[in-house]
């Protein structure tokens, strides 16, 4: 048998402490009944719940940048990797024969560079020396160099410094097509190993693989996806969100959110798209979700977002610890007149330790706060409580 006190009929209420209990004394300051609270209504800001889907924080699709077959996957769905681990590559011997080609013709055009270096210097230093003879007296070229070039520079028909130029510009414009011809190679040679670089998946950042799109011994092109690799260690919800409520929103506030696994947890704003979708009017909002949180990528949930453009209502707001369960119907013992009355209840939106009441309740009834178990309706007596028996 546990004792109870009579309610008093004459109490003087004097606030709230944590929790929001209330405490009721009598005319000579004794406490009259510890579990009583005294209901309150509260303005309500109205809400909307809104359905969307968990998604990792990172999320990336890798796709062939070259053709050929797939060579390696490194494993299969939930496999985690770290970051510049590799993920999957792709055949690559068309692209070695490739690179060969491209450094023969890199080491062709280098000698052709070193060459029409070689034969400017020779016209610089000795000029005219590719007309001399290899070999004994050069006779065609001494006549031409005491006889006829000097009677066509006085006839006015040559200039020996102006043809001297000439050759040595052609020379230089040879020098300039063969460099441009190496860097035209070394240029292939580049492309050719980005190509191979890009033959060999690595992972972006720390995750694990979510879908696999090729099997080993695929053919692909250039395109085509690959796998869908992410970072499921940091969570968010994603949520179209009606154009009317964006307003209401802004980067770090925190809402509440419900998960299919995991009941009720707090969210955070974490971006709002500037543009709304053209044909469903609506804003993608992310929201960043607790760490640890027992959910998983492509999972339902639901946030509740506040409509700020809607007049608050004034609701009864009373503490969980009040409540009791009759089946899957919630109650609560409301205390009037020294008699405890069971009231079943429709319930609101959950405020942490607080739950709106949306109906049976009124603002200023009193209820028993944290019942024993076994509790029922009846009087309420001082010393002993027969609803205790």
Not at 10 to 21: D, P, Y
Not at 243 to 267: E, H, I, P, T
């Amino acid at each position: 048998m546990q004792a109870r006190n009579r309610i008093p009929t004459k109490l003087l209420w004097i606030g709230r402490i944590a929790l929001g209990v209330t405490l009721c004394l009598n005319s000579s300051g004794l406490l009259a009944q510890p579990n009583a609270y005294v209901i309150q209504a509260r303005p309500v800001i109205s809400a909307s719940v809104l359905g969307g889907t968990v998604i990792p924080a990172k999320e990336v699709t890798l796709s062939a940048q070259v053709p050929g077959r797939i060579e390696k996957i490194s494993g299969e769905e939930g496999s985690s990797f770290k970051e510049n681990t590799l993920l999957i590559s792709i055949t690559t011997e068309e692209l070695h024969a490739q690179r060969r080609a491209a450094m023969a013709e890199f080491a062709s055009a280098d000698a052709a560079l070193r060459n029409a270096g070689v034969r400017y210097q020779q016209e610089l230093f000795t000029p005219d020396s590719i007309k001399k003879a290899p070999g004994g007296m050069g006779l065609p070229f001494l006549l031409d160099e005491m006889m006829t070039e000097p009677m066509s520079e006085v006839l006015g028909k040559s200039d020996s410094k102006l043809d001297r130029r000439t050759n040595l510009h052609n020379m230089g414009t040879q020098i300039d097509q063969a460099r441009g011809t190496l860097m035209r190679a070394r240029s292939q040679i580049d492309a050719i190993d980005a190509k191979l670089r890009d033959a060999h998946g690595l992972a972006p950042f720390d995750g694990v693989i979510t879908k696999k799109l090729v099997e080993v011994g695929d053919t692909v092109q250039p395109g085509t996806p690959l796998l869908k690799y992410a970072d499921t260690s940091s969570l968010q919800i994603q949520v179209e969100v009606p154009a009317r409520l964006v307003s209401g929103l802004q980067a770090g506030m925190v809402l509440n959110a419900k998960l299919d696994v995991g009941g009720w947890v707090q969210v955070r704003v974490a971006q709002v798209f500037p543009i709304a979708d053209a044909q469903r009017h609506t804003v993608t909002v992310k929201f960043d979700l607790p760490p640890n949180t027992r959910t998983g990528a492509g999972q339902y949930a639901q946030v509740e977002i506040q409509d700020v453009n809607t007049p608050a209502k004034y609701m009864p707001i009373i503490p969980t610890a009040a409540i009791v369960w009759r089946g899957s119907l919630p109650g609560v013992y409301v205390l009037n007149n020294g008699k405890r009355e069971l009231r079943l209840l429709r319930l609101g939106n959950n405020y942490g330790q607080e739950v709106a009441v949306l109906s049976g309740l009124k603002h200023g009834e009193t209820i028993e706060i944290n019942p024993a178990p076994g509790t029922t309706s009846g009087w309420v007596q001082n010393g002993s409580d027969p609803a205790h028996k």
